[in-house]
């Protein structure tokens, strides 16, 4: 599973996902910088590739 938050995004979003990909088994975390609550929207080729390279390494 993987949890994405934008680094400007609030601090109790950012916990959340932190506390997602912890518990969930091959949880990850990303933060993508330049962005806030809609990374996908703000960064959408950051989140594309950050997207694309979880599911890589998973070979989907």
């Known amino acids: 599973m993987l949890a994405v938050v934008g680094a400007a995004d609030g601090d109790d979003h950012r916990s ?31 989140f594309n590739r950050v997207v694309a390279d979880f599911l890589a390494a998973y070979g989907l």
């Open 16 to 46: 959340m996902a932190e506390r997602l990909a912890a518990l969930v088994p091959q949880g990850e975390l990303a933060v993508i910088d330049d962005a806030a609550h809609y990374p996908n929207v703000e960064r959408p080729q950051e």
